[in-house]
């Protein structure tokens, strides 16, 4: 009689040693990256690693992440309103302790991970035990979780986590991931930008011409470590002005991504003469190029038209280099869009452990997330 079972580990020296061997198929489930958060995690960030057993056999692997959002500077501050202002309140007061089974630090379906086929029943339910005992190891420490959220599924898989494990759960759909499917007939970047229609190919001839005068540059570890204070400065311009947070990286998450990833992770600069002014980063995930942070001067961003720019050479990176799909993640969706970009639209689900306040769920998160309107673009004749 097969038993599945799992064990929930809180620092990656107690993982057993076949935990990459069942993480193969994603970077952000294996050893190198739980490293990264280990070492260099958002401060108010604590991470949790699961192991799931058949018997004694190790078949899957899953992460959580406890963030506890009233040790924020700022939850965003583009948007200022007053629609703001109580969301920040409710937040501070009732929502700061926050459970998520999955990864919350990027998009897509990278919770968990199995090496073999397993029903999305008893993935739903092993999700909902090991948030039951993690809610327990914080009660023990006089902290009372809040809110419990399982994030971004994919829609067949969220059809039939509905049904099971999570039925009694506030369902919810957040803005989509924006991906590009790289097209067989894209050999180099000639053939991307030769698919565009006529208004999208100026468009990318404009953004090129803009650029000029900023220089491009690949940088090392040591690279990194030496601009560590700039690129800081670059990444949380961006990252406050976002219309909402829940974290802030490490000021030496990106040299520690570096560090331990190695040629996986790429870090792109953009300089002026010799200041940096911006850069972008990417994980290579097998055949996935997964975009990650990035940051920019705000003046060269508007007069070069940085961002754009961006997207294109991550584009680049990513045609040159034969990969299936490129995430480009969540926001900035339209101009994602421009370039070739299509939502995909994730699903979670989520609850609160105050059973009177979970009961007004339906009509208290929508109001919380902030309101997105964009119009997809269709760049490709």
């Given amino acids: 009689m097969e038993t599945t079972t799992f064990k929930i580990y809180t620092s990656l020296s107690q993982l057993p040693p076949s935990w990459d061997e069942v993480a193969v198929d994603n970077a952000f489930l294996q050893k190198p990256y739980l490293t990264v958060l280990e070492k260099s ?14 018997n004694t056999a190790l078949i899957g692997v899953g992460l959580a992440q406890y963030l506890n959002i009233s040790k924020l500077e700022s939850f965003g501050e583009r948007d200022k309103c007053l629609k703001t202002y109580i969301r920040n309140f409710i937040f501070k007061n009732f929502a700061s302790h926050v459970l998520f089974l999955g990864n919350n630090m990027i998009t897509g379906q990278n919770g968990f991970t199995f090496i073999k086929p397993m ?31 399982f994030k ?75 601009q560590e204070n700039r690129i800081y400065e670059l990444y949380h311009h961006v990252a406050k002005n976002a219309p909402f947070n829940t974290f802030f990286l490490a000021k030496d998450h990106f040299s520690t991504f570096k560090k331990q990833c190695g040629d996986r992770f790429v870090l792109c600069a953009y300089y002026i ?12 995930n097998g055949i996935v190029l997964e975009t990650y942070f990035l940051g920019y001067d705000e003046q ?16 680049r990176f990513g045609i040159e280099n034969q990969f299936k799909k490129i995430i480009f993640g ?52």
Wanted: with cysteine.
């Fill in 119 to 149: 029903e999305n029943k008893q993935i739903s339910q092993i999700l909902v035990d090991c948030a039951n005992d993690i809610i327990q190891f914080f009660k023990k420490q006089q902290i009372a979780i809040h809110i419990v959220s």
């Fill in 330 to 381: 969540r926001t900035a969706l339209e101009i994602k869009s421009s370039i070739g970009a299509q939502p995909v639209f994730m699903t979670g689900f989520i609850y609160h452990t105050n059973k009177t306040i979970n009961r007004f769920m339906p009509k208290i998160f929508p109001r919380l997330e902030p309101n997105i309107t964009w119009q997809q673009r269709h760049p490709f004749k």
């Fill in 300 to 315: 060269v961003q508007k007069d070069k038209m940085l961002y754009l720019n961006m997207l294109y050479n991550m584009t």
């Fill in 273 to 284: 003469d010799n200041l940096l002014v911006g850069f972008h980063t990417l994980l290579l």
């Fill in 41 to 54: 995690a958002p401060s108010n960030m604590q991470c949790f690693y699961i192991g799931i057993y058949e």
């Fill in 152 to 226: 971004d599924f994919y829609q067949h898989c969220a059809l039939e986590m509905r049904e099971h494990g999570f039925a009694a759960m506030y369902e919810f759909n957040t803005q989509p991931n924006m991906i590009l499917e790289r097209s067989t007939n894209w050999k180099n970047n000639d053939d991307y930008v030769g698919a565009f229609s006529k208004k999208y190919r100026d468009q990318y001839k404009r953004a090129h011409k803009k650029i000029e005068g900023v220089s491009t540059k690949e940088l090392t570890l040591e690279e990194i470590m030496a």
